[in-house]
């Protein structure tokens, strides 16, 4: 069960995500750890903030940490199909230990705003947004306790944000006199409107779970509470993911992000050219379609029996 790997994983020890075999420790600011999803059979990689003393604020070494990983999984997905045909990734899920996801950064030891905030390759190199925004596969925000600021910008960077009753989500910017750099003042809006985005990050208000599920900001509220029945239900949605075409999620990812960005009209063409460069392939390789087939007359006989 999920709750099992949990139980396996929660020390962040079984396999650290590099590029090259390494050990990784306990004592790091960021854990990674890779392991395989016991019903789709692929790879999740699960990237924990270790900072549970400062609810997670991150620093300058997290901020390098967050951009060295997700740089190397942007990588690994760059392609439509995978790298190692036995270790398919699935999807990221992006969390934090103790009592909170992340609660923004650590002002004794913040990385440079300038930096974060530029798009020279020197700084984005070093920018964990940046980092992932390429990559190709979902990334599950797993939510608990402080969203706050930064750690709101780094859950905005996700794809699906699950959490439970314990998430509060606060924008303090203004409260503080300081600029968003990871895109905030943008994302927001796009996922809750912009009156309420406003309203969000103008007072610097305080969202409470239930609020921010009804907004549409955070996608999946479970009634389990605590850190390892958020990351059970992450985990469960990777895998759920996982049994589906990684060429298509992959696709389909691409083409929802690269829509958002645009107008309904370049949007809807985006879609068009997905289509059009998808069935080119699907069409003649002798598989997808006769699958498709087969499950839309198998699914359509399981309904006429009701």
């Known amino acids: 069960s999920y709750l099992d790997v949990i139980c396996i ?7 650290y995500y590099t590029m090259t075999p390494s050990t990784g420790s306990s004592s790091e600011v960021v854990q990674v750890s890779r392991f ?19 609810l997670n604020c991150f620093n300058s070494a997290v901020i390098k940490k967050l951009s060295d990983t997700f740089r190397k999984i942007a990588f690994e997905t760059s392609g439509d199909r995978p790298v190692d045909e036995d270790h398919d990734l699935a999807a990221v ?10 609660a923004g950064a650590d ?21 964990p947004i940046h980092h992932m925004g390429r990559i190709r596969v979902p990334i599950i925000g797993a939510l ?7 750690g709101f910008e780094l859950a905005l960077a996700c794809d699906v944000l699950v959490g439970d009753g314990s998430v509060l989500f606060r924008d303090t910017h203004v409260k503080f006199g300081l600029a968003p750099c990871w895109g905030l003042s943008q994302k927001l809006a796009r996922r809750v409107g912009p009156g309420r985005a406003r309203w969000a990050s103008l007072s610097a208000a305080k969202i409470d779970a239930d609020t921010a599920h009804r907004w549409g900001l955070l996608d999946v509220l479970i009634e389990a509470k605590g850190r390892e029945a958020v990351l059970a239900r992450a985990l469960e949605m990777a895998d759920q993911i ?3 075409n990684s060429t298509m999620v992959k696709r389909y990812k691409r083409v929802m992000v690269e829509g958002g960005e645009k107008s309904l009209r370049d949007g809807l063409q985006r879609e068009r050219e997905l289509g059009i460069m998808h069935y080119v392939e699907a069409v003649h390789d002798g598989v997808t379609m006769s699958n498709a087939k087969e499950y839309i007359e198998g699914d359509v006989r399981r309904s006429s029996k009701l």
Do not use: M, W, Y
Not at 94 to 100: D, E
Not at 144 to 150: E, L, Y
């Open 9 to 15: 994983l929660l020390p962040f020890e079984i396999r």
């Open 36 to 54: 395989t999803l016991p019903e789709s059979g692929k790879d999740v990689v699960v990237v924990s903030i270790n900072r549970p003393s400062v």
């Open 93 to 102: 899920v992006l969390t934090g230990t103790g009592r909170s996801f992340c």
């Open 107 to 127: 002002l004794s030891d913040p990385p440079d705003p300038i930096a974060q905030s530029s798009d020279l390759p020197e700084h984005l190199a070093n920018n």
């Open 144 to 150: 608990h306790g402080f969203v706050i600021t930064g």
């Open 242 to 244: 996982g049994e589906n």
